[in-house]
């Protein structure tokens, strides 16, 4: 009960306004007990009235204070009544454009009509996590708090969003369900259910939502959504409930409105060639549409939206093939509302119906749904009723045919949108057990209309359901905090609307009654309405209408409302007829089958768990069913009511009522009649009304002290139990005990003695503001008395000063005027004087000066004409000079030429000659023999192996075929010829020798003893050339057992290798193939370029000599054929040994092609092949690879088959196939020629058979060299094993290189073997024919061996001629490449001569001074640019000499290692080098010689391998920080990189590698173990930092050695580039530095609201307490109590002073520690200030003065920490100003100089904080909306054009600046590092 003492005169009431529902008033006069009138003022007309009080109830209600005005909650207001309620709301919405308000805990919620910037993702973050009383209202905050219950508390949550339509119901249920995704969501979750939860809104709102003429977007149907969470709180499903579908608006809607948007959006993509099939057009060609005649809303896309709806349905997995069923259902609604109903002609007074057959909407629906035409024509004109017996058709008139054509309409769209529910809650549906749940409940408001029908009752209905389990929940959360604080209380009556409810869903109540209406044969809404009249007509919440008897009225929670009964009974049966329902259940469409098949059967257990309240009327019913049995919509609804309403009790409710401003949907627009009626119906007054029954205003003993302590005494204060003194005050101010209670911790006060008690502090305050007022003004009064007696009486010394002076100044002056007048005269004689002189002089200066210009001009004239022709006289010299120059050089250009024809001539009649050309051309002619001599051999070694043993015959045809083609060899060269004659001497010789052949057969025994002894001479030289063999293959075999233990781990790992090598070398043969033919092609164009080049050079084999052939076929057959087979057996040895040829690879190929031309284009294909090798291995090697293609045969099958491979199918398959079968093939031969050659030993020598000594002694040579080719390949060996470096790999090469070579040479030697013995049996074979079968006729002189070794000299010529041409192509090409770059660099300096005449060009129009300037720039520029070039080369220089050097210090270890220097000892036992090394080394390089003691170290550390694990263990993993804070700082960092140099010194780069990713797994390791430890993770970051500048620092580049020593330069890296090792050691420490942050964050956030806003470190600024109550229970007593604001400010400051000291004492770079603090006092400002915009408790102007003064307090912690400099102090910025705000004055003088001040704010920050703006005390004034509106056009209009300035309303908390590690190097010589024994690292060794 409000005091009668408050309505004084002077005090301010509301007044009651048929128009403004309420006005403000000030009473003219005192109310006193028992007046019945009262006088009072209006204060904005400043009209008198009188108003009648009859009662004390009746007396107007008070006016709360202007410093309540605006609160956040309106429980926090002294007086809780209606206009308070009603006016702080128009403050807040209107004035200041907050459209969330508490009230107690229900949420109100004003809909803007506008978009705000108040829903992104920065304000999610702000309130998560946080405590939502501090903070501004927001839907967001009543999500954290349901969200921080159920996760603190594990009870599942409800938000109850209700309003009428058009409020923002749906809105505000999406952002809240948007707020559960985002902090519930999970990145790493495959299945995205939030996402899910999300897209099903576009989908609802599609089906559900239509245009009303209350709002665009309104939902026609209720729906309560459950999310569902795991217990680590993130969202595992969803399910959706539906209630109360608008099902009427599928078929007619009222004017202004629509339809669903889905029927909009699908007509709206009817030209897509996806929906042609549908037969859409405009929406004003469909009755459905066209009803409500608006089928746009303004700004809204139907097209747009239904993309959004088609990407909802995929994101929910709709497949294509479902959602265009579905859509065929939409447009089948929309073409079954077009079909025509026509009377048919008849005898009945009732004209039945009928459609045209014809009809296209007719054959449209029955098309899209896949339903009989026919059928459905009949059944929607008839209908079916069933008899005992019989069953009748009975035509329908056109009304009811319309009436059952809508009522399939509604069906329809009404199953479909069931289906589409149960779709969605599939795809939500949880897939494993969750721990708790919140819902969201989106549900229509209490709705009163004109006409009211069966939807409004149901909707009132559900909500005075709903209304009563609120006045529950409010009345529980009232009388609990009463009994928590322990204070005295009686029960509070509150309106308990159960009597209304009883009304509706009781027994015999209206919806039974309904009910049983509907089950009557003939019931209708006239007999069902009278029925409520005689039963229900003594209810006190019922009544029955004056003037109508179709109607009846409720006494609603929120008004009375009058039920129109027309329909009633239709909406709730709610029939379709059964034959329609049949037609659809037997369409060909499976989906449209489904979607209508019976489900009567589970209708009875569904229960709770349906998702829709529609009854499928007119389903097929089981016989025996009676009608009775079907369940109407009223019946259903209640069910799924009760089931909602089981579940929110079982849940904690969170309560949001939206408001509806206006009707005209204008932005930011309050009116106060619709605004008050809302607040009625939705409970927010009752929830006022329960307040203020009680205790509604309560204050904490700490905030009532600080507050109206101005009312206490000095005896009444006792600091120490502010309890006590808040009750001696209470006691003595009001005398009423009943007006106030002490609880534990807070005093309660009854409604109205919180403005009691600031009118009381009010007027201390004015009292004593009087008081000083008194005292002031009588001292000031008395100060300017004193200051006006002062000043008289100095007024009056000085005038009368004043006047004497001026006398005497008169005489002085009077004086002073005759001795001005006299100068004066004097003055203007001379004057004029000299101006006359002046005036003469002047004319005769101007006079000399034009005839002295005159003879200047003519003189200049004459110069510059000399000038002129000086320049055109040495120009006309200069170009004569030219001319004659040029002439010179032709002529002599014609005489060198002519001279150079002539030489060229005489060289080629020169080379022409036959001694020219044999001394030239000698090794091509011999070239060409021998490739002719292996031409023959190969045709021979074909048909040999095509005729197995026949090669005798062979050989005797050959021999006939050779003597019939004498004529033609003879003509083929000289050196044929010469063999032919020979032959024919040979054969007249043979028959001279016939005759005497007695005398031949008298000499055989001579030659058979000759023969035998040069048998045994053989026997013996074969016996030694074995035991030769034998012994090269007893060290083979020595050398392999030797090797073979190496050997065999590494030939494991090769097989592997091998293999996986085999698909590389596929791949590789393939691109060989395509380089093969393009190589083939550039081969052919170099030998065109030859053949131009070189002709008239070529040579015609005449002069061959048949003898040279004979005699060299054999070595060359056998190298032949032995490199033949080897490449066929061993194909991947091949592609592998000619990858590394492929860009050089011979282009031979084509002599396949050229074989039979010339002798000319053979050579030139010879010297083509020789010019294009780099080598003389590379050569021989390729060169062989192309004979062997070139000679045919089964090689010439390989190669096309390689070549075949290069086509795109079966490549590798097809390839090694052929290689198998060729292999296999070359198997069997070899076997077969070793049977024959173990044949031939066995056989016993003739006396016929010849043994070729010249060639087995030549393979004795190359046997004897390939023996000293193995000595040396095992002197390397040992080499390689002495140094051990690479030995292993050395080793396994060199022995992979002597068994491929070993199987080589005895293959060979079995070749040569066999072939010998068949050369030597064709010889004795052709002897006998041709001489009688003496063979040593043939050889009598030694001619075979002279011929032989001829051949040899021969090759070697050859081989030199090679050589030599190769070296002049070469160098030819050398020096053409000179002239080319020569060339290039003369068009360069051309390019820059004429770059620079124009310059030169463009200075002549220019200035001296200007082209001064350019000439001195081009030649700065010119200077700079070769400074930098000379710079490049010595660096380039520099880098040479240091790698020479560092060759030379290597390759001298090797020698001295192996005693080449004299000294016998080069490394010590322990890998030391010793001092006499260093000495050698530095004398080498040219150095000084320093001589060092024993005791010097190298800086280095050695280590086993095993002992790699130990070293990372105890120096990463098991280091602890308070460890290392007693080291060195980042003495880690160093034994690791002296470490990592031992690597370096050994060359070991498996180790190195290895170390170094052990050290950052490691480190990797021990952050994310510890990645909550701060103090590891500084750690880490600075030993990551130093290892990576010491690896620069060391690492050799000259950039990084600019601070180094001569000592640290000497410790550089030596064998190893590790630059993307620093490249990822970087990362690391980026990762690591990132972490360091997130950790520090989450250290502190806690700390800076209380140490920055909350901290009060100026005493006596007292701000305004909170008055607002808390809203919920989700903070417990049992969790900890927050620090208080001293303590988180001392711990601030104590953390920040901890971690610098700790960066420093490891050592941090200055650079990263600056980085590091900007960007955690940038996190700590943004943090502040968001907080700062979202709490209107903390914006005044004393909360603006202590948050500056924290500020300055960190500012001063920032210089004494020395890190004022590193940007922290430009991070706080914006609070700076936010705080500088809050104090400044605020008055339209003061527009400019804000805007200036607040640079660092955006727009949406200065507005809020000046909305935000309270005073703390009533003489502060507010700021005007007039002066917030003027600053916002003011920073608009200077901001425009600004696009730095963000706009946002927060400041991004996550922003990351970009961090920089600058090079920092060391001073600290690795040499003086010791490693300390707390390590535990004894196993290291200090090098």
């Known amino acids: 009960m ?115 910037p108040i829903y992104g993702n920065e304000i999610v973050q702000a309130y998560n996590g946080q405590d939502s009383n501090n903070l501004d209202p927001h839907i967001y905050a009543v999500a954290e708090e349901a969200f921080k219950q159920m996760s603190r508390f594990e009870q599942n949550q409800s938000i109850i969003v209700s309003g009428e339509s058009g409020a923002g119901k749906t809105v505000s249920a999406k952002y809240a369900m948007r707020y559960f995704a985002i902090v519930g969501g999970s990145s790493h979750d495959e299945t995205q259910v939030e996402k899910k939860v999300l897209a099903s809104n576009p989908i609802m709102e599609a089906i559900g939502n239509a245009k009303t003429t209350r709002n665009d977007n309104s939902s026609r149907f209720g729906k309560y959504i459950e999310i569902d969470f795991k217990k680590d709180l993130t969202i595992i499903g969803a399910q959706m409930r539906t209630y109360l579908l608008e099902k009427s608006r599928v078929v007619f809607q009222a004017p202004e409105e629509r339809n669903y948007h889905i029927f909009y959006q699908l007509c709206a993509m009817r030209e897509d060639e996806e929906f042609s099939h ?119 008139t056109v009304a009811q045919a319309s009436f059952s054509r809508d009522a399939l309409a509604k069906h329809i769209y009404a199953e479909l949108f069931q289906y589409i529910v149960t779709q969605i809650n599939k795809s939500l549906a949880c897939r494993e057990k969750s721990q708790s749940f919140i819902g969201v409940l989106d549900i229509y408001g209490f709705e009163t209309f004109e006409i009211n029908s069966f939807e409004q009752f149901c909707i009132n209905y559900a909500n005075e359901k709903l209304q009563q389990q609120f006045n529950l929940h409010v009345f529980k959360l009232e009388q609990e905090e009463y009994v928590k604080e322990q204070i005295e209380w009686s029960m509070i009556d509150f309106y308990d609307n159960q009597p209304c409810i009883d009304l509706i869903e009781a027994k015999l109540g209206i919806l039974d009654l309904l009910d049983e209406e ?139 009522r939206c408001i509806k401003p206006n009707d005209e949907k204008a932005a930011f627009t309050f009116d106060p009649t619709r605004a008050v009626q809302q607040l009625r119906a939705c409970g927010v007054l009752e929830t006022i009304r329960i307040s203020a029954a009680g205790y509604p205003s309560r204050w904490t003993y700490p905030e009532f002290y600080q507050r109206y302590r101005v009312l206490c005494k000095f005896k009444q204060i006792q600091r120490n139990d502010m309890r006590q003194t808040c009750e001696k005050v209470l006691n003595g101010l009001i005398n009423d005990p009943d007006k106030y209670q002490f609880g534990k911790t807070k005093i309660f006060f009854r409604a109205g003695q919180v403005a009691y008690l600031e009118k009381l502090r009010s007027d201390k305050l004015q009292a004593c503001g009087i008081m000083i007022q008194k005292h002031v003004k009588g001292w000031i009064y008395k100060k300017k008395y004193l200051a006006i007696r002062k000043s008289t009486l100095l007024l009056q010394m000085y005038a009368r000063g004043y006047l004497a002076r001026k006398h005497a100044q008169f005489l002085r002056e009077t004086r002073a005027a005759i001795r001005i007048q006299k100068i004066y005269r004097g003055f203007c004689s001379r004057k004029s004087y000299y101006r006359h002189r002046k005036a003469v002089i002047t004319i005769q200066a101007l006079a000399r000066g034009i005839l002295a210009r005159k003879r200047y001009a003519e003189l200049l004239r004459n110069v510059k004409a000399v000038v002129i022709q000086k320049h055109v006289r040495r120009w006309l010299q200069v170009k004569k000079y030219r001319m004659v120059l040029k002439g010179i050089v032709l002529i002599q250009s014609h005489f060198r030429r002519r001279k150079a024809r002539l030489l060229f001539k005489m060289l080629k009649i020169e080379a022409k000659s036959v001694d020219h050309i044999k001394k030239v051309n000698k090794g091509l002619e011999n070239k060409i023999i021998e490739l002719q001599q292996k031409i023959e051999d190969m045709k021979k070694v074909q048909k040999d192996f095509d005729n197995d043993r026949s090669k005798l015959e062979n050989s005797q045809k050959e021999l006939e075929r050779l003597k019939g083609s004498e004529e033609h060899l003879r003509s083929a060269s000289n050196k044929i ?102 190589l083939q092609q550039r081969m052919e164009n170099l030998l065109e370029e030859r053949n131009a080049k070189i002709s008239g ?20 057959g056998i190298n032949f054929s032995d490199e033949v087979r080897h490449n066929n057996e061993s194909d991947f040895d091949s592609l592998r040994r000619r990858k590394k040829f492929e860009n050089t690879e011979s282009p031979l190929v084509t002599e396949s092609q050229t074989v039979n031309k010339t002798g000319d284009e053979t050579e030139k294909g010879a010297a083509e092949i020789a010019g294009s090798e780099d080598t003389k291995a590379e050569d021989r090697e390729t060169i062989a690879d192309d004979r062997s293609t070139i000679l045919g045969g089964e090689t010439s099958e390989t190669r096309d088959g390689d070549v075949d491979d290069s086509k795109p199918a079966n490549l590798d398959l097809g390839m090694m196939l052929k290689l198998q079968t060729r292999v296999r093939d070359l198997e069997k031969e070899r076997n077969q020629l070793l049977k024959e050659k173990e044949n031939v030993d066995r056989r016993p020598r003739s006396e016929s058979q010849y043994s070729d000594v010249a060639a087995d002694h030549q393979k004795l040579i190359e ?75 043939l ?183 308070r460890v290392a804070i007693t080291l060195i700082p980042t003495l880690p960092a160093y034994i690791l990189f002296m470490c990592l140099r031992h690597t370096d010194h050994l060359n070991e780069d498996s180790r190195c590698k290895t170390l170094l990713t052990n050290v950052i797994n490691g480190i990797k390791k021990v952050s994310k173990a510890h990645q909550d430890d701060i103090e590891t993770l500084i750690l880490w970051l600075s030993n990551t930092c130093r290892f990576l500048h010491l690896l620069k620092q060391y690492s050799g580049e000259k950039s990084f050695q600019v601070e180094n020593t001569e000592l640290q330069n000497n410790h550089c890296l030596r064998n190893f580039d590790l630059s993307e090792y620093r490249a ?97 006092f940038y996190f700590i400002v943004a943090t502040a200030a968001n907080n700062l915009l979202l709490r209107k408790d903390m914006c005044n102007w004393s909360k603006g003065m202590q948050i500056r003064y924290n500020l300055s307090n960190l500012e001063q912690w920032l210089r004494d920490n020395r890190l004022h400099e590193c940007g922290a102090v430009e991070a706080m910025e914006p609070l700076i100003q936010a705080s500088q705000l809050l104090q400044a004055r605020k008055t339209a003088e003061d527009v400019d100089s804000i805007c200036e001040m607040c640079s660092q704010l955006s727009v949406a920050q200065i507005i809020k904080i000046l909305n935000l703006y309270t005073p703390v005390d009533e003489y502060e004034e507010r700021v005007p909306i007039s002066f917030i509106r003027k600053i916002q056009q003011t920073l608009k209009e200077k901001r425009k054009s600004d696009s730095s300035n963000p706009q946002a309303l927060l400041i991004d908390t996550k922003q990351f600046f970009p961090v920089m590690f600058p090079f920092c190097p060391s001073s600290i010589g690795l040499e003086s590092i010791d490693i300390p024994s707390v390590l535990k690292l004894g196993f290291l060794v200090r090098l």
């Open 2 to 116: 409000i005091s009668d003492e408050l309505y004084c005169t002077g005090a301010r009431v509301w007044i009651p306004d048929p128009n403004e529902v309420w006005i403000a008033a000030t009473l003219s006069e005192k109310w006193t007990p028992g007046q019945t009138t009262l006088s009072i003022e209006i204060e904005d007309s400043l009209q008198a009235r009188q108003i009648k009080v009859p009662t004390r109830e009746k007396l107007p209600p008070l006016r709360n204070p202007d410093i309540l005005i605006g609160e956040n909650d309106l429980t926090s207001m002294s007086y809780l009544n209606e206009p308070e309620v009603l006016y702080n709301l128009q403050v807040r919405f209107a004035d200041r454009n907050c459209i969330y308000t508490y009230c107690g805990i229900v949420l109100v919620a004003i809909n803007p009509y506008d978009d705000l």
């Open 278 to 396: 549908l037969g859409l057009q405009c929406p004003e060609e469909f009755t459905y549409l066209s009803h409500g005649e608006c089928t746009e809303i303004d700004g809204v896309d139907d097209m747009v939206e239904f993309e959004a709806t088609k990407k909802a349905l995929d994101i929910l997995g709709l497949n294509k093939v479902t959602q265009q069923e579905m859509f065929k259902i939409f447009a089948a609604v929309l073409h079954l509302g077009n079909v025509s109903l026509t009377e048919r002609t008849g005898d009945s007074s009732k004209i039945p119906a009928r459609i045209n057959s014809t009809d296209p909407a007719l054959k449209s629906f029955c098309t899209l749904l896949g339903i009989d035409e026919d059928q459905t024509n009949k059944w929607l004109c008839n209908r079916q009723i069933q008899t005992v017996g019989e069953t009748l058709t009975k035509p329908l």
């Open 518 to 656: 509907c089950k009557v044969p003939n019931g209708s809404d006239a007999n069902w309405c009278t029925k409520m009249y005689e039963r229900l007509t003594k209810h006190k919440h019922f009544g029955k209408p004056k003037t109508s008897r179709t109607a009846f009225i409720i006494d609603h929670f929120a008004d009375k409302v009058q039920y129109e009964t027309d329909g009633f009974l239709d909406k709730n049966r709610d029939a379709v007829l059964e034959t329609q329902l049949k037609i659809l259940r037997a369409s060909t469409s499976e989906f449209v089958a489904d979607l209508f098949v019976d489900k009567s059967g589970a209708s009875d257990t569904s229960g709770a768990k349906k998702k829709t309240v529609q009854v499928r009327a007119g389903q097929k019913q089981p016989k025996g069913m009676s009608k009775a049995s079907k369940q109407t919509v009223g019946s259903q609804f209640r069910e799924s009511l009760r089931s909602l309403m089981t579940t929110l009790f079982s849940t904690t409710p969170h309560y949001v």
């Open 977 to 1078: 010829t010469e063999l032919e004659e020979i032959i024919a001497r040979l054969e007249a010789e043979l028959e001279k020798e016939r005759a005497e052949k007695q005398d031949l057969i008298s000499e055989k025994s001579l030659l058979a003893s000759n023969a035998h002894e040069k048998q045994q001479e053989q026997d013996e030289t074969d016996k030694s050339q074995k035991e030769q063999i034998l012994k090269l293959e007893e060290e083979m075999a020595e050398m392999k057992s030797k090797m073979q233990a190496e050997m065999n781990l590494r030939l494991d790992q090769e097989r592997k290798q091998v293999i996986q090598e085999m698909a590389v070398e596929r791949e590789h043969h393939q691109r060989l193939v395509k380089d093969h033919g393009r």
């Open 1097 to 1116: 050079h070529a040579r015609h084999p005449s002069d061959v000599s048949s003898v040279s052939i004979d005699s060299s076929v054999p070595d060359s």
């Open 1263 to 1337: 046997l004897e060299m390939e023996n000293a080719r193995l000595k040396e390949s095992l002197e390397r060996l040992q080499k390689a094993v002495a140094l051990g470096q690479g030995g292993n790999e050395e080793i396994t090469n060199q022995f992979t290189a002597l068994n491929e070579e070993l199987s080589r040479r005895r293959e060979e030697c079995i070749q040569l073997k066999s072939l010998l013995a068949s050369r030597t049996k064709d010889s004795i074979e052709t002897a006998k024919e041709s001489y009688g079968g003496n063979a040593e006729i």
């Open 1339 to 1521: 050889n009598e002189d030694g001619e075979l061996a002279s011929a032989y070794q001829t051949l040899k000299d021969v090759n070697r010529v050859l081989q030199r001629d090679l050589e030599l041409e190769k070296s002049g192509y070469k160098r030819k090409e050398l020096e053409l490449r000179a002239t080319i770059e020569e060339l290039k660099k003369d068009n360069n300096r051309q390019q820059d001569l004429i770059g620079q005449l124009n310059k030169v060009a463009s200075n002549l129009s220019m200035s001296p001074e200007q082209a001064m300037q350019n000439a001195l720039q081009f030649e700065i520029q010119r200077l700079m640019s070769e400074n930098l070039d000379m710079r490049e080369k010595c660096d380039q220089l520099e880098d040479k000499v240091r790698k020479l050097k560092k060759a030379v210090k290597i390759y001298s270890n090797r020698l001295k290692e192996h005693g080449v220097s004299g000294n016998s000892e080069g490394v010590s036992s322990k890998g030391k080098p010793e001092e006499g090394l260093e000495e050698d080394e530095e004398e080498e390089m040219g150095g000084k010689i320093k001589y060092q003691p024993t005791k010097n170290y190298m800086g280095m550390l050695e280590y086993k391998k095993e002992e790699e694990a130990a070293l990372v263990k105890q120096l990463v993993t098991d280091l602890k920080p």
């Open 1624 to 1720: 990822i050691l970087n990362d690391l420490a980026v990762w690591l530095y990132q972490g360091v942050v997130k950790t520090a964050k989450e250290h502190i956030h806690p700390l800076i609201v209380g140490a920055l806003l909350e901290y009060e470190g100026i005493q006596g600024l007292s701000s305004k307490p909170s008055m607002s109550r808390q809203r919920s229970s989700s903070h417990s007593d049992t969790l900890e109590a927050p620090s208080t604001p001293e303590h988180c400010f001392e711990n601030l400051i104590k953390t920040l002073s901890s971690w610098v000291n700790l960066m420093r004492t490891h050592g941090f770079d200055t650079l990263v520690v600056n980085q590091l603090f900007k960007q955690l």
